[in-house]
């Protein structure tokens, strides 16, 4: 059985009308599951430069130096931001949850779930000097933020981006605090989301002072750790695009697989932003190490991404200057004439 697969695809030129490319043929195989099977995209892709945020995240495991060691690390692969989270966790934990043990005892920092979280804990003023060595390496600063009172510490430092992740995208009363008392851009991840959800994360946005179409990135996701290719769901990006491009200031794509064969995928299926976790050693104590790049994937990573975009783009004459020597050589009923 065959099905369609329709990618329109834009040149880089701003202001280029759309020329779709003919449908490509996609064997779906009759004994595919329908979540495989192709679908037909409506809106045409149009291709920014990609940006690459470093996922910090508590990678730095509770150590200043090392926060800002990655932070000079990212920046010289080549990412455009380094991001790390903010955390109030008596506030964002219940009591239990706080008193419990850390569920892989081989990751904690602390005897409780909760100590561990106040080990890894920046405090503000800390996070104010990493957005400070940011700004004088040339890297972008951020922070994903879980909680009313992380948000209000991080918009005081005004980045240019605050991140709220997967978990906390239905936390309305916070995401209220950064739509309406700050002011720059809010990047929203949805993984473990509902699609009514999304759309409701997205209406949000387009009330108040929210102004998603200028201000909101959202983000496909799965939340696992690390997630199997087949658990990745590309074409669920293809869908945000179809149904959001129109209404948001961009997409992302934040990977939380192995590897950095797909990232090229998301962003040719409509990803501006690609977010992937940083470490500097993926053997070092911690959840998220294990699902993290390390410097030498992060700079391939960019170089990719960049090449990628320089690719994008539609031949300006039939044959090109590159073209015509070759033509002229080995062209039949050129060279021959």
Request: proline residues 5%; charged residues 25%.
């Amino acid at each position: 059985m065959e099905a369609y697969l329709l990618l329109e695809l834009l040149p880089i030129q701003r202001g280029h009308q759309p020329h779709p490319l003919p449908p490509v043929r996609q064997s779906t195989g009759g004994g595919e599951p329908s979540s495989k099977k192709a679908r037909v995209s409506s809106e045409a892709v149009v291709f920014h430069e990609p940006k690459v945020m470093a996922e910090i995240g508590c990678n730095h495991m509770g150590n200043f130096e090392i926060a800002k060691e990655l932070l000079t690390l990212a920046k010289q692969a080549g990412a455009d931001y380094g991001k790390f989270q903010k955390r109030n966790p008596k506030e964002l934990l219940t009591k239990a949850q706080y008193e419990a043990p850390h569920p892989n005892p081989r990751n904690s920092y602390g005897a409780t779930y909760g100590a561990h979280r106040e080990f890894l804990e920046l405090t503000v003023d800390q996070h104010r000097e990493l957005k400070a060595h940011c700004d004088t390496i040339g890297l972008g600063y951020s922070c994903s933020v879980w909680d009313i009172t992380s948000a209000r510490e991080i918009a005081s430092i005004a980045p240019d981006l605050i991140k709220v992740g997967s978990p906390s995208n239905t936390h309305w009363e916070m995401q209220k605090i950064l739509r309406d008392e700050y002011a720059g851009d809010v990047h929203v991840s949805t993984g473990m989301t509902t699609k009514d959800e999304i759309e409701q994360i997205v209406s949000f946005w387009e009330e108040g002072k929210g102004d998603a179409k200028h201000r909101l990135v959202l983000y496909n996701c799965t939340s696992g750790y690390p997630v199997p290719f087949e658990d990745v769901c590309l074409l669920e990006l293809r869908d945000l695009y179809d149904r959001y491009a129109h209404r948001v200031k961009h997409l992302g794509f934040s990977g939380h697989h192995l590897g950095i064969a797909i990232d090229i995928a998301a962003y040719a299926l409509g990803a501006t932003w690609n977010e992937r976790h940083f470490t500097k050693d993926r053997t070092w104590k911690g959840t998220d190490h294990a699902a993290s790049l390390e410097p030498a994937g992060l700079q391939k990573l960019c170089r990719d991404l960049k090449a990628a975009w320089k690719c994008m783009g539609r031949k300006a004459t039939d044959i090109l200057p590159i073209e015509a020597e070759q033509r002229a050589k080995l062209k039949w009923g050129c060279y021959n004439k």
